[in-house]
């Protein structure tokens, strides 16, 4: 997720002569990218083996022994990382890190995974391996099995795509459309700035994921890769609620104040940290009762604060440091 400059970079890059309003042009792709997975899941049709499939962070698949979670990123030089930016090892570790997030949004246990990349003609085989030593090592400390995949050469961009296979744990799944109007929104870590680095070197939830779902009752759960905003706004949809966010209460990293002090302002940290997507941390719906036993919890190791609350009218909101509510627009990065 490149942010705010590298849209406008892009664009200027692109059509020179045209002044494009950016905000504009991210909730374009907001509107295009939700067109296309409504026509999408009306167009697939239902499968006996699919009992979850297209809308949510992975899709179940029922099998003869019981069933697996299966879900699929693709990552590309110059959206999702920078060559002269970053480290082989931390593109391969990034590209099995956001698989595992998806299954921690399902509280499901990653058991292997399938890695299909298309690498530069010229790129150096040890830049290819230092790269897969990055998945490797994220591998052995979740205990995913790599299980095979694909390898190619081209003309263009390096581009890696992992499939990650999981099991569910204990409770079964949590997926996005569970939340209930009265629910407590519970958040995971901190928001904002992750293009400083974070979005690198993100652990992904799923330690914490299973140890929740095990204890509490756990409504509904996604993970936050587009944008806190943006995310929150497709999860109450698919619940089909709305969902009120307390702006004093967003947890706001470092990055967030970094990025707002460097910009002179233009996005403010809270603004970031709505909107800037990349901070692979976990929104869950629970109720007030158990959410209060939640943060309770002194034996999770990561920081959980609650932002808000579901409710029955529809659409996203902000309250106010006065108290006021007023709409809230979802943003985040589009594909």
């Keep these: 997720m490149l942010g705010r400059r590298v849209i406008e970079r892009w664009c200027l890059l692109a059509h020179p002569n045209t002044k494009f309003d950016v905000v504009h042009f991210v909730l374009l792709g907001s509107v295009m990218e939700s067109e296309f997975v409504a026509w999408l899941r009306q167009r697939v049709p239902p499968h006996p083996l699919v009992p979850l499939g297209i809308g949510d962070d992975a899709a179940q698949i029922a099998l003869s022994s019981g069933s697996c979670i299966v879900t699929s990123d693709m990552l590309m030089e110059g959206v999702d990382f920078r060559l002269r930016e970053c480290e082989p090892r931390q593109i391969g570790r990034k590209a099995l890190a956001v698989n595992l997030s998806d299954l921690a ?14 690498v530069p003609s010229r790129m150096p085989i040890t830049f290819l391996k230092l790269m897969y030593e990055g998945l490797l090592d994220l591998g052995s400390e979740f205990d995913v099995a790599l299980a095979g995949g694909d390898t190619n050469s081209w003309k263009h961009p390096l581009a890696i795509s992992v499939t990650a296979i999981g099991e569910p744990t204990g409770g079964g799944l949590v997926t996005r459309s569970g ?3 009265g629910d407590a929104i519970l958040v995971t870590g901190e928001f904002g700035g992750s293009i400083l680095g974070r979005h690198l070197e993100f652990r992904p ?3 914490e994921a299973i140890y929740l779902h095990r204890q509490y009752e756990i409504h509904a759960a996604m993970d936050v890769s587009d944008g806190l905003s943006l995310d929150l706004s497709r999860l109450a949809n698919q619940s089909g609620c709305g969902a009120i966010v307390n702006s004093l209460c967003v947890p706001i990293s470092d990055d967030a104040h970094r990025l707002a002090a460097e910009e002179n302002f233009a996005m403010s940290a809270l603004e970031h940290a709505l909107r800037d997507g990349e901070d692979f941390e976990l929104i869950l719906a629970v109720s007030q009762d158990t959410a209060e036993r939640i943060l309770a919890d002194g034996s999770l190791g990561v920081r959980i604060t609650r932002i808000g609350e579901f409710v029955s009218d529809l659409g996203l909101w902000q309250q106010s440091e006065s108290g006021d509510k007023q709409p809230l627009t979802p943003r ?3 594909h």
């Design 332 to 334: 985040g990065y589009e």
């Design 205 to 207: 939830r799923v330690a």
């Design 179 to 181: 939340a209930q109007v």
């Design 105 to 118: 949004a399902m509280a499901a246990k990653p058991v292997a995974a399938i890695i299909s990349v298309a």
